[in-house]
């Protein structure tokens, strides 16, 4: 015997998946992606921005509206616009995996959504570490200065541990690049 499912139950069974996977999926996708696709031995420092992680939340959200049109009404103008919203929930899902930080022993890069800075360590002039306590805590934020001027700002994170910042400091000294820890003024 052979079981028809109406589309309309299909679309919501999918809606609500895609509504359910937003905490799971917003929290573990970005993290993933930057680990698995771009990962790299040579890596100080690898991670995504927070923003990625904002993007696939909305991105499943975009799904679940997309999914959810149909369920309302089913013609061919729905459709086209369930298809479109989808289509745009997926480009925010791609969008989500272009941000990241990532500080090795060969480069410095830091890729913000259209935005992509890459200093090889040959290229780069000096290194700040800039810092600054107040009633939160302390904050510190690494600054690569480029020799044409450019530069890379690196707010730390929790990310960063007391032997990547040793081992940005050593690879900085192995090639040459001045090191600089100032207090913020």
Request: negative net charge; hydrophobic residues 50%.
């Amino acid at each position: 015997m052979r079981t028809h499912y109406s589309p309309r139950l299909i679309f919501l069974v999918l809606a609500i998946v895609a509504l359910i996977s937003i905490p799971v999926v917003g929290a573990i996708f970005p993290m993933f992606y930057v680990q698995t696709f771009l990962f790299d031995r040579l890596a100080i420092i690898l991670y995504p921005e927070e923003i990625n992680f904002r993007l696939v939340m909305a991105a499943c959200f975009i799904l679940f509206i997309g999914l959810m049109i149909p369920v309302i009404k089913q013609n061919k103008l729905t459709f086209s616009l369930s298809s479109i919203v989808i289509a745009g929930g997926l480009f925010v899902f791609y969008l989500s995996i272009l941000s990241y930080t990532y500080i090795g022993k060969e480069q410095v890069v830091s890729n913000k959504l259209f935005d992509e800075k890459t200093f090889q360590w040959s290229e780069i002039e000096e290194v700040v570490l800039e810092y600054y306590v107040d009633d939160i805590g302390k904050h510190e934020e690494y600054i690569f200065t480029s020799v044409e001027g450019d530069s890379i700002r690196i707010p730390l994170n929790g990310q960063f541990l007391h032997e990547d910042k040793s081992e940005i400091y050593r690879v900085a000294k192995e090639n040459n690049v001045e090191f600089i820890e100032r207090e913020k003024k």
